[in-house]
Each structure stands twice: as C-alpha cells, then as structure tokens.
T-cell receptor, first 111, second 116 residues
C-alpha cells in the first residue's frame, strides 16, 4: 500500500454516521476550492468544488461549506459507507494556474 | 481516471541514471501538470504545461525537466536520478482556459519511483 500519509490526522466514524472533514486554507484571496479523495494506491479523485462567491454546495451525499471569514473549508459526507474510507484533502487556487494542496485527513469507517 | 494514463506505473532505478515518465491523456485538455507526493507533504507541483511546447516551473522543479510536443503527451525527465527523488509521481490535466473553463484538475493513477 501507499506510504503517503503515515502521520495524517485521522477521523474514525461508524458506518451510517455523518462525517465532517475540515481544512484551513492559507490565502484570503483564494477564489476556488476543491476536495479530493485518495484511496490507497490510486490517484486523487475529484469529489466536489466551490468558488468563493458561494458558501455552500451540495453533491451526491457530499456537501462543501466555505467560511471565508476564518478561511475554513469543510466536507460533509452523509451516511458514511466503508467505501468512503480514504485520505481526503482540499486544494485552493488564487490568481495563478496552480493549485495549493493540503496534506489531508484519513477517514476510517468502522462497522 | 478521466482518460489519463501514466507509464511506467512502477520503476526502480539507480542513482545517476536518467529516467523518463510519461503522461498520456485522451481528453484534449490544454493544461497538464506533474506533481510528486511524499509523506508529510501535500502534492507539490514540479512543472506544468499550458499548451504544446509551453511549460513553466512549479515549486520543486530542480532536477526535473519536461517536454510537451503533442497535446496528449507530457513527459517528465530526471536527468540524473537521486535518492531524494524517490516518490510517487502524479500527472494531472485541466481544461482551464477553454470556453466554459474550469480550474478542476483530474489526476492519473500515479507512478511509484524508487531510486536506490
């Protein structure tokens, strides 16, 4: 398996519960944010994104909340399933062609 | 993986040897990126391309070069591999700049490189 993320913060939730994963971003001028999911041995997978002119965006079982006042982003997963177990990380973009990535949170789902 | 392949998927090489990693996309996206991923770090940008023969450096470009002669292919070369370049390398693509542009980046499956 991947050695990436050996010392990541971990969130453990019971199957069926809701999960909330948090991310503090660095630049108040960032205008675009993405959440990715990364399973062991795989590339990051796009989950949901949000632009800075929005506070909330919903997808299928996922919701992203953006609080620009405190530079905070959260990902809510409803009815968490075993297949949701992965590393989740956020990314931000400000005024360039590039994304800046966080180090991630490991989500563990137990029965 | 959004029509992105990387080759090889795994490689073990020795210090001082040249290594080339290939990223191939079938999405006709303008932007392509190379990242490395290491424990304790987020994805770090090595180089990126915003069109054929148009490339720019990222935050960790030392020791790496890139080339893009076709829209679909983006090559990453380590001219003389070092142990510090042992990592997992990811390619990403983005349709940024196109009509209805998006900043979303989509990633390939990765290449695990070990330099002994």
């Amino acid at each position: 398996g991947e050695s990436v993320g050996l010392h990541l913060p971990t969130l453990s939730v019971q199957e069926g519960d809701n999960s909330i994963i948090n991310c503090a971003y660095s630049n108040s001028a960032s205008d675009y944010f993405i959440w990715y999911k990364q399973e062991s041995g795989k590339g990051p997978q796009f989950i949901i994104d949000i632009r800075s002119n929005m506070d909330k965006r919903q997808g299928q079982r996922v919701t992203v909340l953006l609080n620009k006042t405190v530079k905070h982003l959260s990902l809510q997963i409803a009815a968490t399933q075993p297949g949701d177990s992965a590393v989740y990380f956020c990314a931000e973009k400000f005024n360039t062609d590039k994304l800046i990535f966080g180090t991630g949170t490991r989500l563990q789902v137990f029965p | 993986d959004a029509g992105i392949t990387q080759s090889p998927r795994h490689k073990v090489t020795e210090t001082g040897t040249p290594v080339t990693l290939r990223c191939h996309q079938t999405e006709n996206h303008r932007y392509m990126y190379w990242y490395r991923q290491d424990p304790g770090h987020g994805l770090r940008l090595i180089h990126y391309s915003y069109g054929v023969k148009d490339t720019d450096k990222g935050e960790v470009s030392d020791g790496y070069s890139v080339s893009r002669s076709k829209t679909e292919d983006f090559l990453l070369t380590l001219e003389s591999a070092t142990s510090s370049q042992t990592s997992v390398y990811f390619c990403a693509i983005s349709d940024r700049g196109a009509g209805g542009s998006t900043d979303t980046q989509y990633f390939g499956p990765g290449t695990r490189l070990t330099v002994l």
